[in-house]
């Protein structure tokens, strides 16, 4: 009985460092009223935008509530308790945040309204000094690239970072010093910190990489986190063309009307 019992506590002791491998997020808060009173077994109810599943819970006795292992994505968090006014708040939730959402509820009135908050992200980090830096969908999809690796992105837009190839370095460390890791699971080569395969653009929903005072749960000084998407309520697919022919690659000098320009059929027997 006592094996089973330490078996179940080291379990227990487990799982949440799963989850926060995982590159998902959490959202919790509290609720106060006007005075700052906490109001305990508020309704608290958590909206996916992209799906429409709603996950439900309650405040505690200090009325505060927490949603763990979230994926990144548009929210929208519904508070109600009797006799306050309904609340709610629409956020985005980015990888591996944190997010502190705090709820004031106001008395109800008799004439029923709800308060709305158009927008709760958290914009700044106080929980951890870990210095990272987001890049999102949006800029995944709209950044020019020379080549669909994700590799030049993450070099592109993080600073701090050099060598734009599998063995990439963090602030002048040597190669090697980035740990990568794709839905929780490590993809880089233990011994050389290689990345193996990359996944394709067209799969990645967000990546987060921080670059000074990474975490402990990952094994070198610098991290990158790669969030795949998941499914919605939508169909949705993408489609790419790339056009890379001897002709465009010739020198811009050579491209003048007094410079006789080779022909294809010339430049493909070189």
């Known amino acids: 009985m006592r094996v089973i019992s330490t078996v179940v506590l080291v379990l227990f002791m487990i799982v949440p460092n799963l989850q926060a491998q995982t590159g998902a997020g959490r959202i919790q808060g509290a609720i106060t009223d006007a005075t700052g009173a906490a109001i ?3 309704a608290v109810s958590l909206e996916n935008l992209a799906t429409g599943a709603v ?11 927490l949603y763990p292992g979230i994926a990144s994505g548009e929210y929208r968090l519904s508070v109600s308790s009797p006799g306050m006014l309904p609340w709610s708040g629409k956020l ?25 908050t158009s927008e709760v992200t958290q914009l700044l980090t106080t929980e951890s000094a870990t210095l990272s830096g987001t890049i999102e969908n949006k800029r995944l999809a709209e950044l020019p690239l020379n080549g669909r690796f994700i590799q030049g992105v993450i070099m592109a837009s993080v600073p701090g970072l050099e060598n734009a190839s599998a063995r990439a370095r963090v602030w002048g460390l040597r190669e090697g010093a980035m740990e990568w890791v794709q839905d929780g699971a490590v993809v880089n080569s233990r011994s050389t910190a290689e990345l193996l395969r990359a996944p394709g653009m067209d799969s990645i929903s967000e990546v987060k990489v921080e670059t000074n005072a990474s975490s402990a749960k990952y094994s070198r000084p610098g ?21 890379a ?22 430049m493909n027997r070189e």
């Not at 986190?225 to 056009?243: D, M, P, V, Y």
Request: charged content about 15%; proline content about 5%; glycine content about 6%.
């Open 40 to 42: 305990p077994g508020a």
């Open 245 to 266: 022919t001897a002709l465009s690659a010739w020198p811009a000098a050579a491209r003048t009307s007094s410079t006789r320009r080779p022909s294809t059929s010339a």
């Open 223 to 243: 991290a990158t986190i790669l969030s795949t998407k998941s499914g919605s309520n939508e169909f949705h697919g993408s489609a790419f063309q790339r056009c």
């Open 92 to 116: 985005t939730l980015y990888t591996g945040q944190v997010a502190e959402v705090p709820v004031s509820l106001s008395v109800a009135s008799t004439r029923t309204e709800v308060t709305v």
């Open 55 to 65: 996950a439900k819970t309650e405040a505690n006795a200090a009325g505060l509530f």
